[in-house]
């Protein structure tokens, strides 16, 4: 099975900071790996799919880099509505595997 | 836009089966592009990917959770279907379901919370 870690875990920033998560998979994935969005009582919102496309209606401040075992998710300029918990999530033929998932907290 | 909606018992007991079902709003669950999905989130916890299943019922399941999972799917409703057996605590979780493409999760339900306890 494909396994995903994410660093770091969480991070704390100020508004108009570039924040950079990072994603490992086990193994090669090529780009597909896609990143969310959760807030507490909400669904998770799609952000980022297949590496590097920005979904329909998601700020272009968001954007995400990489192919193959490494990714990058960047936020460039943070705003006080990014408090949240991203995660991302990589996917093959047959499975679904999520990352642990990365808390951005408002300074 | 598509919706998903969750529906099904709130509580269940230890060792019972819980069991949800999901209704989409057009026909896009006839559609063969797309996969049906089961996600759930236990409280502190991260997102668990349970399983999904084609229009033409095509299954995969998480495998560390395939033994007690069934997923199916009735396409003349709308509706695709979850049953989780033999549930303990640990199943307490809000469970999402969601329509995936290749993969990619873009629509998702509100979620449901579901408790196991006695």
């Known amino acids: 099975d494909i396994q995903m870690t994410q660093s770091p875990s969480s991070l704390s920033a100020s508004v108009g900071d570039k924040v950079t998560i990072t994603c490992q998979a086990s193994q090669d994935i090529n780009n597909n790996l896609n990143w969310f969005q959760e807030k507490p009582g909400k669904a998770p919102r799609l952000l980022i799919y297949?590496?590097?496309n920005l979904e329909t209606g998601v700020p272009s401040r968001f954007s995400g880099s990489g192919s193959g075992t490494d990714f990058t998710f960047t936020i460039s300029s943070l705003q006080p509505e990014d408090n949240a918990t991203y995660y991302c999530q990589q996917y093959d033929d047959f499975l679904v595997t999520f990352g642990p998932g990365t808390e951005v907290d408002i300074k | 836009q598509v919706q998903l909606q969750e529906s099904g018992p709130g509580l269940v007991k230890p060792s019972q089966t819980l069991s949800l079902t999901c209704t989409v709003s057009d026909g896009s669950i006839r559609s063969g592009g797309y996969y049906w999905s089961w996600i759930r989130q236990s409280a502190g916890k991260g997102l668990e990917w349970i399983g999904r299943i084609s229009s033409s019922g095509t299954t995969n399941y998480n495998p560390s959770l395939k033994s007690r999972v069934t997923i199916s799917i009735d396409t003349s409703k709308k509706q695709f279907s979850l049953r989780l057996s033999s549930v303990t605590a640990t199943d307490t979780a809000v469970y999402y379901c969601?329509?995936?493409?290749?993969?990619?999760?873009?629509?998702w339900g509100q979620g449901a919370l579901v408790t196991v306890s006695s």
């Open positions: 297949d590496a590097s």
């Open positions: 969601a329509r995936m493409f290749r993969g990619v999760a873009d629509y």
